[in-house]
């Protein structure tokens, strides 16, 4: 039906897409304009807010649901961080958690609203920014993942969950899932039960975040953080 969202139908195909060749088509424009950076920075953080004030109109303060407390929300200003400063921790955590993570929630969203609604075209946006920030910054050559980053950004990763599920002990919510799976069908459904599937994925992100650094192992670090040229 056009008022449901469909896993890999049309419209969840043409959002993969536009998302690739736009983290592409960022990265051949920061080889030549590093600082547009800035405006790609700019228009996530933007759009971010847009949300939260949309979510207090329709919903009202609402606690303690509703905060930003989900890995994507640290992985999205670390984004807006790392456009802006292109410094390393900022980055890594975006480089990793983005090109897993946040790339496997976009293509197993947990969506609630209609496909051209304004908060499943929120999610896709400020999503998709993210995997496509994660390329061009890569692709553009500003930053690039050094030694041992993937341990950094694992670290941190955890540090957060740490935050995340204390916060979920205390007040009943369920941020990142760490307390039972999504109700649409996720990545997490062949994870196995609770508290399992907290295990499977710990170990999935030790793979990827590996796997993430394996093409960047031989290459020297990034210059820490002189301002490209212009």
Same mark, same amino acid.
């Given at each position: 039906?056009?008022?449901q ?11 993969l %897409? ?9 990265? &051949?424009l *920061? ?8 405006? &790609? ?9 847009v @949300? ?17 407390? +989900?890995?994507?929300?640290?992985t999205?200003?670390?984004?807006v961080a790392?456009?802006? %400063? ?16 946040? &790339?496997? %929630? ?5 969506? @609630? ?12 946006t ?9 390329l061009?910054?890569?692709l553009?050559?500003? +930053? ?21 599920g204390?916060?979920?002990l ?5 941020y ?9 069908? %996720?990545?997490?459904? *062949? ?22 650094? &394996? ?16």
């Open positions: 039906m056009a008022d969202f469909v896993i890999f139908g049309p419209f969840h195909r043409i959002v %897409t536009v998302m690739l060749a736009a983290g592409i088509a960022l990265g &051949l *920061f080889r030549r304009f590093p600082r547009a950076r800035y405006a &790609l920075g700019a228009f996530l953080a933007i759009n971010e807010i @949300w939260y004030v949309w979510r207090i109109r329709a919903e009202g303060i609402r606690f303690p649901e509703a905060l930003p407390l +989900q890995l994507c929300d640290l999205l200003w670390c984004t790392a456009c802006f %400063t292109l410094r390393r921790w900022p980055f890594e955590i975006l480089y990793y958690t983005g090109l897993s993570g946040t &790339l496997l %929630t976009v293509m197993t969203p947990d969506l @609630w609203a209609p496909p051209l609604s304004y908060p499943t075209l929120y999610f896709f400020a999503h998709g920014g993210v995997v496509a920030s994660a061009a910054l890569t553009g050559r500003l +930053q690039r993942p050094e030694p041992r980053s993937w341990l950094r950004a694992l670290v941190a990763v955890n540090l957060w969950a740490l935050a995340v204390s916060f979920n205390a007040f009943g919510t369920n990142m899932y760490l307390c039972e799976k999504p109700a649409s069908a %996720t990545l997490l459904d *062949f994870f196995g039960p609770w508290p399992g599937y907290l295990l499977v994925g710990e170990l999935v992100a030790v793979t990827l975040f590996y796997l993430l650094w &394996l093409p960047f192992r031989f290459t020297k670090p990034a210059p820490s953080p002189a301002p490209p040229p212009r």
